[in-house]
């Protein structure tokens, strides 16, 4: 089943119609690989659709965040949403900003085995880890010369 099928399903499914926008908005938020803000997806989706509110994109993120869709991470006073609902760690510039996923398997098997140990049923996750990326390191170190 085709992304577009899916989300024509998901919401049907949850008694939400399937408009052309909320279609744009799931198919822009769910390709993105930069956890946009939903001021980011506004903009793209109102190339398609250019009566398309921001009110209508913040219902519809909402909408793919409580069903599982997606996942909502508040930084610095900005929401940004990220379509990586599997385990993975999110590295976080605190610079720039840039959010890198990165999947790890002995990462997984280890939060996995402690849940099942203390018999918790994992129904989400997020793990953060701050720091600096590479391009605001060199930049830092060109800038202290």
Excluded: W
Excluded at 135 to 140: D, I, N, R, Y
């Amino acid at each position: 089943m085709d992304t577009n099928q899916r989300i024509v399903d998901a919401l049907r499914k949850q008694g939400y119609k399937a408009t052309p926008q909320r279609i744009a908005i799931a198919q822009t938020v769910l390709r993105s690989q930069n956890h946009p803000s939903a001021e980011t997806i506004h903009a793209e989706v109102l190339r398609l659709h250019p009566t398309v509110s921001l009110s209508t994109v913040y219902n519809t993120l909402h909408i793919l965040r409580d069903m599982n869709f997606l996942n909502e991470l508040t930084l610095n006073g900005t929401t940004r949403y990220d379509p990586n609902v599997s385990l993975h760690i999110n590295m976080i510039c605190q610079h720039c900003g840039k959010i890198i996923d990165v999947e790890d398997q002995s990462l997984e098997e280890s939060i996995t085995n402690i849940a099942k140990k203390r018999g918790f049923k994992i129904t989400g996750q997020r793990v953060d880890v701050y720091g600096i990326c590479k391009p605001c390191q060199k930049h830092e170190q060109g800038s202290a010369l």
